[in-house]
């Protein structure tokens, strides 16, 4: 079993519509969470952290379940440069900044 | 500020060949790692410089890859020799010393590495 699951998607959403999607994680002592977005054929990039008490930033919330390991994230309003890959992250170990990656969840917004 | 820098872009070797990837971090971060990207996979951890030291190298495919970082600078991958299932991308990422609170780091723009 994969330590970060991901539904690989793709999701195929319109313009202005909501989107969310789910990440499950499978080491229970994990410590830190964030949702980054990766570009066709370009690094990723920290969209945010996750928290336990949930996050917003703009259009984008964040949501960490600890008791169900899962992680979400949720994108109002979708712009067409929205358009990108989500990939959920976890870091495991305290006091260790190695990070595993899911093979992340591929959102087109369509005009 | 000037991000970290990767070299080359783009590398394409036969099977056997030798290449050495390069990874120049953000100035004044003492923490460096590397990760790669096969395809259809998830990225995956290689290792972790604190300064000049190896923190966790547990990510290493096998002992054809040398990873260095001489003073504590730039970083140096190397795959001698290499094969086909070395193929996909090679990120590197850096971030500033601990204590400050984990904020994520700062990745290159990768090396594709294509072996045929």
């Known amino acids: 079993r994969k330590e970060v699951e991901q539904d690989p998607g793709p999701f195929n959403v319109p313009e202005g519509a909501t989107v969310a999607f789910n990440c499950t994680y499978s080491n229970s002592a994990s410590q830190s969470f964030f949702w980054y977005r990766q570009d066709c054929r370009k690094e990723p990039k920290l969209l945010m952290s996750?928290?336990?008490s949930g996050n917003e930033d703009g259009r984008f919330t964040a949501q960490l379940n600890r008791a169900s390991q899962y992680i979400s994230l949720l994108i109002r309003d979708s712009k067409l440069s929205d358009s990108a890959t989500y990939l959920c992250?976890?870091?495991?170990?305290?006091?260790?900044?190695?990070?595993?990656f899911g093979t992340g969840t591929r959102l087109t917004i369509i005009p | 500020e000037a991000g970290v820098t990767q070299f080359p872009s783009h590398s394409v070797i036969e099977k056997g060949q030798t290449v050495t990837l390069r990874c120049d971090p953000i100035s004044g971060h003492d923490n460096l790692y590397w990760y790669r990207r096969v395809m259809g996979k998830e990225i995956k951890f290689l290792l972790h410089?604190?300064?000049?030291?190896?923190?966790?190298e547990s990510g290493m495919p096998n002992n054809r890859f040398l990873a260095e970082r001489t003073g504590g600078t730039y970083s140096t991958l190397k795959v001698q020799p290499a094969e086909l299932e070395d193929s996909g991308v090679y990120f590197c990422?850096?971030?500033?010393?601990?204590?400050?609170?984990?904020?994520?780091?700062?990745f290159g723009s990768g090396t594709r590495l294509t072996v045929v």
């Open positions: 992250v976890v870091i495991s170990n305290f006091g260790n900044e190695k990070l595993t």
């Open positions: 996750v928290y336990s």
């Open positions: 990422a850096s971030s500033p010393t601990t204590g400050t609170g984990f904020k994520g780091y700062t």
């Open positions: 410089f604190v300064k000049e030291s190896k923190q966790d």
